[in-house]
């Protein structure tokens, strides 16, 4: 073996702790700048990258980022954005395995990740589920915030690039079938683009249908004070129901010469759902709820638009002015019906509710940038928005039994106004050494009025000091440190800001009702991140990084009992401090070591730690934080054959944690293993098959209340999962 290659296998036995720590913790726990190689020349950080092929964003940007490409963002076959987050460095999420939910960074629950789309923050009704991943360029995961985007971002961020530039023409048609517990589902995407002389053109788009028979069952236990338990309950749960979604992303491209180009990029998506979720009560120990079973059944319509104006002009001696103008406008339109009932089958309540909710408004966005002296790369810019929101929700009920009944006809008016102001300097101060300093002003206004409750008008502000530094080991060529410093926030927004009650069907302390909280003030942090990055051959990387945030007035919700009534209420409480490690691999091998096996290994693995000052331990940790959380994933293509197959092992550890003085919570262990498959027929013709979740693991979560005299209550609800099947014709026309 060549020394070179010797260095190689030393370099991969480093990596074993990686992957091998994974398995053991599954056991155990069950916009940017083209930037050229010579880092003397001047570079603006922000802009879009070029062409350059020597060129790697991860690598070469002083802003700590890491970059995924389309190619391993379709890899898997996934249909929503959501299942591909997943599989990525430092990335969670939450909810039921295999269904979606919030994306999480760096442990850290949900709100503290910045969701940015096209670099601004998400319009109002945005969900990632409502991406197909064909309309998406690249996924910008930042670990730490920097002033061109929202400074809030106390866990990162992660900017959704769609599809803008056209190279050549492109004609592509993906259909398919899917299937999950016996409902089935139909799914298809296309892609088209051209050039016309000095414009171009794109549009994708997707079509998804699917059924869904998902059910669950929720196990209610209290204990007296001297720990005999005194009631037992299992609310068995039924959740069926169909969707149809359309979503389309159309762009043109205009370039008018002299460095000048004017964009219109679209993003429209409109989904329609219809459901309904039986419930049955048992009560073997103690006292019946109020209501023994519920019968609901819901239909939702929802629109969503996003529109954007760009203009981009070059200037003398590499200045650059970029632009941005946008409108959005949301809407979902929901009406629930549902029946209560009493034992013996006896009708208590007949309930109608009827909300309808609008969000419209506008977004501008600009930068002015050019390189200053030797090294220098000075940007300057604003980000502001407006939005409207309107909402009414409509609640009639009646009985025939005297059961209590609440008829409520509300409506709020909530403005949102916001805008950042901001500063950036990239230099270069040797070809080893770079560092960035950012200075962002951030102010946000939201003011509400409802026939429910006193006018709101919450005033928050952050000043940001950022700086980030790359050094490249002097000497190698493949090993580099980065370090980063950062103020971040996250602001209260108007729906934990409104103080409407949201009503419990059967009241208690594990089920409470809901309430905003006008006094919220926001979350400010400051954060130190530092990492280390060797780089392999072929795209190989080894790399441990290390975060650690400070963070004040921590927002979480806590459980009072008002009016005879059990409520759930955001509140500021105290300070929390969170710190964690991350570790990486990827590993081409062939590319690493000529003649082996067209073998790709990556891992990841996140640990994460946290406590709070105003909640006594043990366990009083942020109560959406993820412990443990990494994949193992491979991708092997077949010497001699059109043929891939890989897979991703991804699991995330939860644990107990105490959420206050009275509550508690417990997350069990998610594991989730997808395989994939592809053969291609022709260069422009293939199939790919698709395995989520083959483990099928129940998804096991708890809350508990523990009264003053030592009494307590426990929900805890039991979801069971399935295998998802999916397979997809790929065609190039």
């Known amino acids: 073996m060549s020394r070179q290659n010797t260095q190689h296998l030393v370099r991969l036995l480093l990596a074993s702790p990686v992957i091998f720590g994974m398995f053991s913790a599954y056991a155990a726990g069950q916009a940017t700048t083209a930037k050229p190689a010579d880092k003397a020349a001047p570079v603006q950080q922000v802009e879009v990258k070029g062409q350059a092929a020597a060129y790697d964003a991860r690598r070469d940007d002083t802003a700590t980022k890491i970059v995924v490409n389309q190619e391993e963002i379709l890899r898997h076959g996934d249909t929503t954005l959501g299942e591909v987050l997943k599989r990525l460095p430092g990335i969670t999420v939450g909810g039921v395995q295999g269904r979606g939910g919030d994306v999480r960074m760096r442990g850290l629950g949900n709100g503290y990740t910045q969701i940015l789309l096209n670099g601004e923050p998400a319009p109002p009704g945005f969900s990632l589920d409502q991406v197909s991943p064909e309309m998406v360029e690249r996924i910008e995961i930042m670990r730490a915030a920097t002033a061109e985007y929202s400074t809030q971002a106390i866990a990162g961020g992660i900017n959704i690039v769609l599809k803008r530039q056209v190279q050549t023409a492109q004609r592509e048609l993906k259909t398919g079938v899917q299937a999950e517990n016996g409902a089935y589902g139909a799914v298809s995407t296309f892609q088209l683009s051209d050039k016309s002389g000095k414009m171009s053109y794109a549009m994708s788009g997707n079509v998804l249908y699917g059924r869904q028979d998902r059910p669950s069952h929720i196990v209610t236990e209290g204990y007296d004070a001297a720990g005999r338990e005194v009631l037992h309950r299992v609310a068995w749960d039924g959740n069926r129901g169909r969707l149809l979604a359309i979503g389309l992303s159309p762009r043109i491209n205009w370039n008018l010469g002299a460095g000048e180009v004017i964009t219109s990029q679209n993003f429209i998506n409109i989904a329609r759902s219809r459901g309904d979720a039986p419930e049955t009560v048992v009560t073997s120990l103690g006292a019946p709820p109020r209501y023994v079973a519920t019968a609901t059944d819901a239909e939702n319509k929802m629109e969503m638009l996003r529109s954007d104006l760009s203009w981009t002009r070059r200037l003398l001696d590499g200045a650059r002015i970029d632009a941005k103008f946008g409108v959005n406008y949301a809407h979902r339109d929901s009406g629930v019906g549902q029946l209560q009932y009493y034992p013996n089958d006896v009708l208590a309540l007949d309930r109608d509710i009827d909300s309808d909710f609008t969000d419209k408004g506008w977004s501008s966005t600009g930068k002015y940038s050019r390189p200053v002296g030797q090294g220098h790369a000075i940007a300057v810019g604003w980000d502001g928005a407006y939005s409207l929101r309107n909402e009414t929700r409509l609640q009639h009920e009646t009985t025939t039994v005297g059961a209590p009944i609440v008829n409520r006809d509300e409506s709020f008016d909530a403005t949102v106004r916001r805008l950042a102001l901001f500063a950036q300097d990239e230099w270069n101060v040797t070809q080893q050494w770079s560092v960035y300093f950012g200075l962002r002003w951030e102010g946000i206004q939201i003011k509400s009025e409802g026939n429910s409750y006193a006018a709101i008008d919450n005033r928050s502000s952050v000043f940001s000091p950022l700086f980030q530094t790359?050094?490249?080991?002097?000497?190698?060529?493949?090993?580099?440190?980065?370090?980063?410093?950062?103020?971040?926030?996250?602001?209260?927004?108007?729906?934990?800001?409104?103080?409407?009650?949201?009503?419990?069907?059967?009241?208690?302390?594990?089920?409470?009702?809901?309430?905003?909280?006008?006094?919220?003030?926001?979350?400010?942090?400051?954060g130190l991140d530092l990492a280390y990055e060797h780089y392999l051959p072929g795209g190989g990387l080894l790399s441990a990084s290390t975060y650690v945030r400070h963070i004040d007035d921590i927002t979480h919700s806590r459980v009072f009992f008002i009016d005879g009534l059990w409520v759930s209420m955001p509140v500021n409480d105290g300070a929390a401090n969170t710190r964690g490690i991350e570790l990486e691999a990827k590993l081409p091998l062939r590319q690493m070591f000529p003649g082996w096996p067209a073998l790709d290994l990556r891992a990841n693995v996140t640990r994460s730690?946290?406590?709070?000052?105003?909640?006594?331990?043990?366990?009083?940790?942020?109560?959406?934080?993820?412990?443990?959380?990494?994949?193992?994933?491979?991708?092997?293509?077949?010497?001699?054959?059109?043929?891939?197959?890989?897979?991703?092992?991804?699991?995330?550890?939860?644990?107990?944690?105490?959420?206050?003085?009275?509550?508690?919570?417990?997350?069990?262990?998610?594991?989730?293993?997808?395989?994939?498959?592809?053969?291609?027929?022709?260069?422009?013709?293939?199939?790919?098959?698709?395995?989520?979740?083959?483990?099928?693991?129940?998804?096991?979560?708890?809350?508990?209340?523990?009264?003053?005299?030592?009494?307590?209550?426990?929900?805890?609800?039991?979801?069971?999962?399935?295998?998802?099947?999916?397979?997809?014709?790929?065609?190039?026309?």
Request: proline letters at 7%.
């Open 609 to 733: 730690w946290s406590s709070l000052s105003m909640v006594p331990g043990p366990n009083n940790r942020l109560d959406q934080q993820t412990p443990l959380s990494g994949t193992f994933g491979f991708d092997y293509k077949f010497d001699g054959l059109p043929a891939t197959f890989g897979g991703s092992l991804s699991f995330q550890n939860g644990g107990p944690v105490r959420i206050s003085q009275n509550q508690y919570a417990y997350a069990g262990v998610k594991r989730s293993l997808d395989l994939y498959g592809v053969w291609k027929f022709t260069p422009k013709t293939q199939v790919r098959m698709s395995l989520a979740n083959t483990l099928r693991q129940d998804n096991v979560g708890a809350a508990t209340y523990v009264s003053a005299d030592g009494s307590r209550l426990t929900d805890t609800t039991i979801t069971p999962t399935m295998l998802q099947v999916r397979a997809m014709l790929e065609t190039k026309f």
């Open 470 to 526: 790359l050094y490249k080991i002097s000497g190698s060529k493949n090993d580099q440190i980065r370090a980063g410093i950062t103020r971040t926030y996250k602001a209260p927004n108007v729906a934990s800001l409104v103080p409407r009650r949201g009503i419990a069907s059967n009241n208690s302390p594990t089920t409470p009702d809901t309430m905003g909280n006008p006094q919220l003030k926001p979350e400010l942090a400051w």
